[in-house]
């Protein structure tokens, strides 16, 4: 029987947009129907695999966005969208993989469940990207988020504390205004898509903020201090507001956590 951490190593392995979804969506069907071992002694790669066309720039050399409603702008916005949800099956699956052995059965369902939701929201926008004419790699994307993840590689309250704590919350921030543009566009396809993102993101962030309090509460960790700390010590950018208080709060993250550090 293959394991868990084999299944999740070969998705991450697998550079192809759909290939990885259907990857991904395969093991975590698999484990929970009870077709992998729980084994997680497998290494987890430096990087996953990501199409070869797609051309990787520092954040700071990332053309900037046109204001506005013009097409060539809509196009950008989708792909920065996609690729956005494309290296969140990553991060959710390495979550998994790497730290999943020294975490418990609720924190590697709840991840895997994030995986599959992020498998899910890039096949919507794939297909949004190819209803307006482009494929995922036909533009440049940054790879800050999974520099996020390499800063982050050794630590799972670390990992914690940045990925869903910190990016995947700012995605609550900024995404209702994302939205309200595109529906102001007359795209209600578009916003449909957006609307569950949005939806699943906080479910996400939840986790992250149960998972992260529940480790400080084991090892004598006050919470917010040491995510703060954390925060300091491996987050490059800064947390500006506005913030969407009421998504942070449903999801479990109080202002207790960001606004001293905004």
């Known amino acids: 029987m293959q394991s868990l951490g084999e299944a999740i190593r070969a998705a991450l392995l697998t550079g192809d947009p759909r290939a990885k979804v259907m990857a991904t969506r ?16 497998t290494a987890m790669p430096d990087r996953p695999c990501w199409p070869d066309r797609l051309k990787l720039l520092p954040p700071s050399q990332m053309p ?28 959710a699956l390495d979550m998994v993989g790497r730290f999943g052995s020294e975490m418990d059965e609720e924190f590697i369902a ?9 498998a899910m929201h890039f096949a919507l926008i794939d297909r ?10 036909d533009l440049p994307a940054h790879d800050g988020l999974w520099e996020a ?3 982050t590689c050794h630590d799972v309250a670390a990992r914690l504390a940045i990925v869903p704590m910190v990016l995947e919350a ?24 957006l609307e569950r ?47 969407n208080d009421s998504a942070r709060s ?8 960001y606004e001293a550090v905004a």
Request: with cysteine; hydrophobic share 40%.
């Open 26 to 41: 395969q093991l975590v069907r698999d484990w929970r129907q009870g077709r992998l071992s729980g084994a997680l002694s």
């Open 64 to 91: 900037r966005r046109a204001k506005g409603g013009s097409e060539k702008t809509r196009i950008a916005l989708w792909h920065s969208l996609a690729h956005i949800e494309f290296v969140a099956i990553d991060l």
């Open 110 to 118: 709840d991840f895997l469940s994030v995986a599959a939701d992020e």
């Open 128 to 137: 949004k990207l190819r209803q307006i004419g482009i494929q995922y790699g």
């Open 149 to 151: 993840a390499q800063e």
């Open 170 to 193: 700012r995605g609550l921030d900024v995404t209702p205004a994302t939205l309200n543009r595109v529906r102001g566009q007359g795209d209600l396809g578009g916003a449909k898509i």
């Open 197 to 243: 993102i949005l939806s699943d993101e906080i479910r996400h962030v939840h986790f992250g903020a149960k998972h992260f309090t529940a480790w400080c509460l084991s090892h004598d960790e006050t919470p917010e201090i040491l995510w703060k700390r954390l925060v300091k010590k491996h987050f490059r950018g800064s947390l500006k507001p506005p913030f």
């Open 250 to 257: 449903a999801a479990g993250l109080s202002r207790s956590f």
